[in-house]
């Protein structure tokens, strides 16, 4: 088996060391050895050593050369990427990729390609880097109904709110991201991950390879995290909770739930203890219960693991396509409803800023009482100029329902702005 | 492909019912059925309904039949199990397997005359239950160096330090050890997990699957929780520590660590967040860094889970043997020698009873200075009787020095009794 390796940044340049360095100790373990027949990059990577290899500038010469038996797409984006694992399927090879948003948006439409071709289509990498949480998904927990995922799969956004969450910290959204791109823990334009699309992407993978339905990124519901502020972090932390930007899919008797936001997390949980950009991913299922995959989530050495990880597993089976691209059998997927937002169900935290003056707070419990939502937790605080910060964890409550009450709470005359409100992770 | 199920209880009678429940869900995954040809079992159990299942009572059976492709060895045990196993290597059979003690003291045999079969042995529920750490290990990971695994490994240990070490709890090891067999966590006689045995059988595994060394249960140092008090766990949690029973394995250039003990476990690791019954497992890799791998390490479902994972991935294959049963081709095995303990280096816990004299902390301090053993916290408290304890977390040291310094401790005219120890996690 020989590899054609298009793209060399980050990952592609990860993959090429990864296979030099390692090339002895991946032996060990196969029995054969993985050789470069082909690189495609637009240019030299400074941290490659490409004196014996067959470079071409052409990226397209590797899905042609009939040396290569796995293309390893690693330029990213969305139409070039499309069309060069298109091209490289119809011409029987196989493909593992890293492109979470080509997967999540174009998956459907490449895996039956593969299928006729007889060709596999890995992207272990294009979900939590280095955690080969595919792979306990699709194989590992494969004898299980799993119930639901919930997920910290955007290690940009968990640096933020990590930073955000220390103690000592009362910084701003805005400031960490700043240092974050200093820092390259994002990007120059960071709306991709601080407005949650990446984890979309990631999400709407998770979603079909464990519940076994199409792809559904048209219908995944998306809130970054750009508008938390240091204030519901500090209230967050005083009532037990760290703030998370999650990614929750959840499968129900007709339908799927698909979101991915931020979310109070209870202190003791243990996706509450995953700091900084590390990801980690806990999955709900029938027999095996809860089980949870932490690690990096980025970079290129985690990302190199996975994508070389999927090509040993082509090598171990000589290519014989024993696992289907999404886990189940393509004739066994299964459509379901996509839940709206508002029909979700769960726990609130609600901020509310209210002027300081008797009655205020029967006016709000009588609110939230007629929408029969019950309080688990309140503070109240005194502000600037005599307002007051009213902050309440609501009980588990129809999102349609507080929708209402959120409004009928920023109507009251009391009431200064906009209610803030996050969602209140509920999973064990 | 038609399984023989030896073996019904707590795992023999899981996987049977997973079977009957998942087995349309597993259908839709690999697109075919997974058969039950043969159940043998000594007696009944009263939650399988056995009435359209061709049963016999005789294990032995079930390995001659022709109609078994796969043969389950749930029995545990060890005589039976391995001669059980054998027989269904020579008759052709592939094997999956939860027991342990079996694949850690006989695996070599049993791999080598499977290999000359050509047949599968499989064993993911030998380790930490519903965790898929095996496949994480083997595939996932498969093309890193693995540098070290440290895991919670043992439920039964985790239950009781756990409980030890609740802020309220000021519970003698004993007494809660007792609550756990009350509560079903604790088998009548418990040696085997509170004395670290059962741990050490997993952690011999994961060293060899990690490093591609032989199986080395001979080797390994294994040392349970039966000595950690009350005491300890307090005086731990006042220095930021919690105590955990660890498996820890590290590949280094000319040796292999490989030991099971109690540790001090920093309060903000992943695995100081592991409570009660639940496993996890840290794996550090060269490219993939750190990742980890949580959730519950034993009961029904979990182990039926993780053996119904196996079965899938022969099923998937068509029996044909993709992956060295041990992650490493037999003839790339490396045998290294396991170091002795006393050669480990690492931080330490220690506690000493004192009498209460001045110039006792100099004498203490001049001591470990002349094992050039340097102090990073240290605690002075008042104890009964005009004694005082005196507790000290060292740097790292060499396991020897330690001891040496130890005895010399416990040899100075102001102490009391021995000294107490405990090593401290050091990996990240």
Redesign the interface.
Known sequence: MQIGICGLGTVGS?VFN?IS??GQ???????REVTIAQVGCRRDHPDCDLSVTNVTRDIFDVVKNPDVDVVLELIGGADDALKLVMEAISNKKHVVTANKALIAEHGDEIFSVASKNGVQVRF?AAIA????IV??V????????IDWIAGIINGTSNYILTEMSKPSSDLAFVDVLKDAQKLGYAEADPTFDVEGIDAAHKLTILSSIAF?VPLRFDAIYTEGISGITAEDIGYARELGYTIRHLGITRNLKDSVELRVHPCLVAN?H?LA?VNGVMNAVMVG????????????GA?S??T???V??D???IV???G?H???NL???PE?L?AKRVMEIHEVVGGAYLRIVVSDKPGVMANISTILSHHEISIEALIQKDARGGDAHVVIITNTVLEKSLNEAMQELAGLEETRGDVASIRVAEFS
């Open positions: 990860g990864l360095e390692n100790e991946i032996k060990r373990r196969i029995g272990e880097g280095g955690i080969p792979k306990a699709r194989e590992g927990l494969s004898a299980n109904k076994g003791d243990m203890q299922s029938d027999a095996a219960g809860a089980t949870m995959y932490y690690g990096a970079g050495g985690p190199a693991s996975a070389m990880g090509v040993i597993d171990r089976t000589d014989v024993s696992i289907a886990g189940f059998m066994s299964e």
